[in-house]
């Protein structure tokens, strides 16, 4: 049985890169040396062509590092690593949950360790060389040493929880773990902006004068109330814009990149907000939210009936059962249903864009939004031209060309 399982694992992981690879094969398959008639009036030549470079030197890094995690954890399945690990870890310990936090921050350490040079090479090459870097070292070193702040006392508290649930409540145990994690999740939806955020950028509210005018009076037409109303200096890391809508309740927030503000008009940056309104008049915060404690929901369920077979862990080459590699094989197992569930939930957030961008157009104007977003998509040097196959599988936001026509059936009934 445990033969049987860890072919399943290496077929499982072998089948996800392949699928990867021939979507980047199709993706790759709309590149265009010369300038696509559907393009003109959004990109001229040139900026199409470098957004064609930037488009290539990001799959071939992709592929890279995607390629060299697959090879090591086909390495560590068919010769035992993780059983090996494992082993490591006993030798040190038996108390189940430190054996649990051991274990995977040893992974992850190691994980990051090699992924950082490849992170610093995105970001001190790749995006220094099409002009978007704006990362100082003593920044990203800071960022990275937060982020492992944060993973040791969110992560590490978060996964001893979870394996206490494990020792304290027998087979019901995912139910618990269920409510908990379901529980977090709103708390951290309301107060993220407010705890994580600041860790790593300034939030400071928008200043009074045209803009905020404008947004307030945008927002009392709609009936959104809204009091907190941010600016978020993005510029600190990149030259690339972006807004978005956060916390429940009345601590509900709007946050404006600096790089956002500076790039567009008084007129484009309320379209912008009035299409994040939308998402919360739409209640797609709400949904989304639904949807993400339904998906961990049926994951901790399955995880339930699966984590006391033995099997699982003497399939990764552990000597004797162990909660830690019953997680990592479920995980293994679990990534096909994921790559379903995120699919649909990308279909959904797609809808829930066009749905946002009606609102937008109907309580405010289609054309400073379709405005923005070809400013969006042509400063951030996006692909207008994907794969629809890679649309379906990979997109949580429609293409700009289908956001500009759907756009367009507004701008014909005003």
Do not use: C
């Amino acid at each position: 049985m445990e033969n049987t399982l860890l072919v399943v694992f290496v077929v499982i992981i072998t089948v996800d890169y392949f699928f990867d690879r021939i979507m980047d094969y199709l993706n790759a398959s709309r590149w265009s040396n010369k300038l696509p008639e559907e393009l003109k009036g959004i990109y001229d030549e040139e900026k199409y062509r470098k957004s064609q470079d930037y488009s290539k030197v990001n799959m071939r890094l992709g592929i890279i590092t995607s390629s060299i995690s697959f090879l090591l954890i086909l390495g560590m399945l068919l010769f035992g690593g993780f059983g090996m690990l494992d082993g490591l870890i006993r030798q040190y310990t038996d108390h189940p949950i430190l054996m649990t936090l051991l274990f995977f921050a040893l992974l992850g350490l190691a994980s990051d360790i090699l992924s950082t040079p490849f992170d610093l090479y995105n970001t001190f090459v790749v995006e220094e060389r099409f002009g978007f870097n704006r990362t100082t070292l003593a920044t990203y070193v800071s960022d990275k040493l937060k982020g492992w702040m944060l993973a040791l006392v969110l992560g590490g508290g978060l996964l001893a929880v979870f394996v206490w649930f494990y020792h304290i409540a027998g087979q019901l145990f995912w139910l618990y773990a269920w409510i908990f994690f379901s529980l977090f999740s709103v708390f951290m939806s309301m107060f993220y902006s407010t705890l994580i955020v600041p860790l790593f950028n300034k939030q400071t509210p928008l200043e009074e004068g045209e803009l905020r005018t404008a947004i307030e009076g945008f927002s009392r037409q709609a009936g959104f109330k809204l009091d907190n109303i941010f600016v978020i200096d993005g510029s600190k890391r990149s030259s690339k814009a972006n807004a978005y809508f956060s916390g429940l309740g009345p601590k509900k927030r709007i946050v404006l990149y600096d790089t956002l503000i500076k790039d567009h008009s008084v007129e484009e940056l309320v379209a912008i907000l009035a299409h994040e309104v939308g998402h919360y008049k739409k209640k797609h915060t709400l949904k989304g939210m639904a949807l993400s404690v339904v998906h961990t929901g049926i994951m901790l369920f399955l995880l339930g009936l699966f984590i006391n077979r033995p099997e699982l862990s003497l399939a990764l080459g552990g000597q004797e059962p162990s909660f830690h590699l019953g997680i990592l094989a479920f995980g293994l197992l679990y990534a096909p249903v994921s790559l379903l569930l995120g699919i649909m939930g990308n279909y959904i957030s797609r809808q829930h864009e066009y749905q946002a961008d009606a609102f937008a157009s109907e309580e405010y104007h289609p054309e400073p939004l379709q405005e923005a977003l070809k400013k969006l998509s042509v400063n951030n040097l996006s692909n207008l031209r994907p794969h629809a196959a890679y649309v379906f599988v990979h997109y949580s936001h429609p293409p700009l060309l289908k956001r500009l026509q759907h756009l367009e059936t507004f701008k014909q009934r005003e």
